[in-house]
């Protein structure tokens, strides 16, 4: 905190069983894959595109929004 570089917490809560080969990919790139997993990413454009990507599969806390 306070050193202006904010981290999100994601946390996997749907299964990607059924899901394209593409909200897979960027599950994985995440670092989740299974449900329950979390990971901490630090803020950035590509990792707001990432999680708009796969928000149906995700919960993600810590965003100032």
């Known amino acids: 905190g306070g ?3 904010s981290t999100v917490k994601v946390t ?9 080969k593409a909200h ?3 599950i ?3 670092g989740l894959g299974k449900i329950g ?3 901490e990413h630090t803020e950035s454009p590509v ?4 999680l708009r ?3 149906h599969l ?3 806390e810590g965003k100032d929004a």
Not at 12 to 20: D, K, P, Y
Not at 47 to 50: I, N
């Open 3 to 5: 050193d202006g570089v």
């Open 37 to 39: 997993r979390s990971a």
């Open 58 to 60: 995700v919960k993600v």
């Open 28 to 30: 994985r790139a995440l």
């Open 24 to 26: 897979e990919g960027t």
């Open 53 to 55: 990507h796969v928000a």
């Open 12 to 20: 996997q809560v749907r299964s990607t069983i059924g899901q394209s």
């Open 47 to 50: 990792l707001a595109g990432q």
